[in-house]
């Protein structure tokens, strides 16, 4: 399916989940915020979340420092 990734277009396996997408890009878990079609998805919802052809996707990172 066709999705947009922090405005570059990508192809990802049908049927992902918010969870399925970290894990397929091997972003881990760690300090990563996710929003879909402009709405943050919450880390407890992301197992639930299913992915649609279309879906216009923000992920961040968050980074420490001084």
């Known amino acids: ?24 890009l091997d972003l881990g878990g760690g300090r990563l915020a996710v929003e879909r079609n402009g ?10 979340v299913p992915l649609a052809d279309g879906d216009k996707l923000e992920l961040v990172h968050f980074v420490g420092g001084g």
């Open 1 to 24: 399916m066709n999705v947009l990734i922090n405005g570059a277009p990508e192809i990802i396996p049908d049927g992902l989940t918010v969870a399925a997408l970290v894990a397929h």
């Open 39 to 48: 709405e943050i998805v919450p880390r407890g919802r992301w197992e639930s």
